[in-house]
């Protein structure tokens, strides 16, 4: 780990006091306007975070854990978020929470949030387009990061998740292994690890059985319920005529059958639809979802406990750590009907 970068840092690569880059780091008005900005950029250039803690308190631990994510309000992030949960409490550990959009600028404010209260470490479900520097910003500053679900370029840190490409290939063989040709995909994006491992999953499956991967039968886009119910409409109206899809998430799943549905279309029989994480809501829908268990329950686990090692002096191997998918057969896929 980087050493950290210090005032007097700053101080030397702008030949000013070291009590000059304090007071602006604190906005003081006793330093020129220009001048505090002139020095915030240079902290921020360099990777510097100004901690409101005093220095004698920074070397004990706080006990505080910050956790990053997308959506809490996506089912997949809470089940994520519940064993961390129980992972931290058994030592003692609480966590603060922020959801970042996908928003680099959020998350990068909360992350230095966390560090001025002198958080531990973070885990992370890296928002689109976080540039390696914002990670390195925590870690150089003293506060490790673990990745959960996402995985990114240029950083070395612990990585816990499904094993995507593996996971969608299981529910595409399932719905080749029951006669369908015409399967399209529902959802994801390119621009995440996650978006761009599930449909290569989805296209090696195809590969392998010999049938043709037609760019056409691929709606990108969708992450939710409602998205998954405006694209049915898409999907019902492709040339090709799927017989089937594999979606990205169980939500995209649930609101597609019910588009089918209101279109007039029984899921199961006329179409057959698969998602992915196996969420408690799977079971219980109308149909019941065929789906794809991805681990979240142990990814959450796995990365908190790979954090509290890591804090207690232990170092966890970086790079990705794959949860290995299950499939879970119900009743939203059956034979194509001839």
């Known amino acids: 780990m980087a050493q950290k970068v210090k005032l007097s840092t700053i101080a030397e690569s702008l030949g000013l006091s070291t009590a000059t880059i304090s007071l602006a780091l604190r906005d003081s008005p006793l330093v ?4 505090r900005e002139k020095i915030k950029e240079q902290a921020r250039h360099l990777g510097y975070i100004y901690n409101r803690r005093a220095a004698s308190l920074r070397t004990s631990r706080s006990g505080i854990i910050g956790v990053v994510v997308h959506d809490i309000m996506n089912p997949f992030y809470g089940e994520i978020l519940k064993a961390i949960e129980t992972e931290l409490d058994r030592s003692r550990h609480t966590f603060i929470l922020s959801n970042h959009y996908d928003s680099v600028d959020k998350q990068r404010m909360f992350v230095e949030t966390l560090l001025q209260l002198g958080g531990d470490g973070v885990i992370m479900s890296p928002a689109i387009g976080t540039p390696p520097e914002d990670v390195a910003l925590a870690e150089n500053n003293g506060m490790p990061a673990i990745f959960v679900a996402r995985s990114m370029e ?25 006669g369908h040709r015409s399967i399209a995909m529902i959802g994801g994006t390119d621009q995440t690890s996650t978006g761009r491992d599930r449909y ?16 056409g039968l691929r709606i990108p886009g969708p992450r ?26 169980d939500l995209v799943a649930i609101g597609l059958m019910n588009g089918i549905a209101r279109a007039g279309l029984i899921p199961g029989q006329d179409i057959s639809v698969t998602g992915y994480d196996d969420l408690e809501e799977a079971s219980i829908a109308t149909p019941s979802l065929t789906t794809v268990w991805n681990g979240q329950a142990e990814v959450g686990r796995l990365a908190a406990r790979a954090l509290l090692d890591k804090l207690a002096g232990s170092h966890e191997p970086d790079g990705i750590h794959l949860i290995k998918p299950e499939m879970r057969i119900r009743q939203s896929t059956g034979p194509i009907r001839r």
């Open 32 to 35: 020129a306007v220009d001048t």
């Open 154 to 178: 240029g950083v070395d840190v612990p990585i816990y998740r499904g094993d995507d490409t593996y996971g969608i290939s299981l529910a595409t063989n399932h719905l080749i292994g029951l």
């Open 200 to 215: 290569q999953g989805y296209v090696n499956a195809l590969r392998k059985a010999g049938i043709e991967v037609d760019p």
């Open 224 to 249: 939710t319920k409602q998205g998954g119910f405006e694209a049915a409409v898409n999907f019902l109206s492709l040339p090709q005529k799927p017989t089937a899809a594999v979606c990205w998430n």
